[in-house]
């Protein structure tokens, strides 16, 4: 027990904890069972975690592990790093939806994952927390000890924000725009039979075409 108040004493627990366990361990555990994919998934959801664990976690654990308007250095550091890691995210997952669709689908696509990663993880996260907080402390006579209806609400948010991202997936990739890689939609053969036509004619040219007659038409230039 005195090592685990004594833990709690370290300045800045709440963001070594973090740091630790959803910017090290988690990533690695993706990539050493090898669902890299993912990765790029869990990395847009990067300040919704950070800004439920600081809204419920309070001032002396989380509190400065991620702020909207930070003033001071240490949380000014950790909630523009959270932002640069969720915004890899985003440019990943771009990066790699460009691959399948167009310029168009992808700009669309990028824009609203960006309005999900940051906006509706910040603002929206906390609108939702702060309602649900005075409804469920007015209506009921529950000990909320630990905050743990917000906890449980706020993952339900999350949850919510991810199946909103794979919505806008499915509807941008299918908004009425060919994708870049419909060429590759084209049978094997045909593309096979294409080239062997194409070698065949260059044979034909060039046997039209040898070396005699080329000689006998220099001839006639001389």
């Known amino acids: 027990m005195d090592l685990y108040k004594l833990c709690l004493k370290v300045p800045n627990v709440g963001i070594l904890l973090y740091y630790l366990i959803f910017i090290v361990i988690i990533p690695y555990i993706l990539i050493y069972n090898q669902n890299v994919s993912l990765l790029k998934y869990y990395m847009t959801m990067m300040v919704a975690f950070a800004h439920l664990l600081t809204y419920v976690g309070g001032e002396n654990y989380f509190g400065n592990l991620y702020q909207l308007n930070p003033v001071e250095f240490v949380p000014f550091l950790s909630s523009n790093f959270i932002n640069i890691f969720t915004l890899f995210g ?132 001389a």
């Open 90 to 221: 985003i440019l990943w997952q771009c990066i790699e939806f460009s691959r399948k669709y167009n310029l168009t689908n992808s700009v669309i696509y990028g824009i609203l994952l960006f309005m999900i990663a940051l906006p509706f993880a910040r603002a929206g996260l906390k609108f939702v927390l702060d309602n649900i907080d005075i409804y469920m402390k007015e209506k009921t006579e529950i000990d909320f000890k630990y905050n743990w209806h917000l906890v449980v609400f706020g993952i339900l948010y999350i949850i919510f924000i991810l199946g909103l991202q794979a919505i806008l997936l499915t509807l941008v990739g299918f908004g009425g725009e060919l994708p870049h890689n419909e060429i590759n939609n084209v049978p094997k053969k045909n593309l096979y039979k294409n080239n062997e036509n194409t070698v065949n004619k260059t044979k034909n040219f060039l046997q039209k075409y040898s070396l005699s007659n080329i000689g006998n038409f220099n001839k006639r230039l």
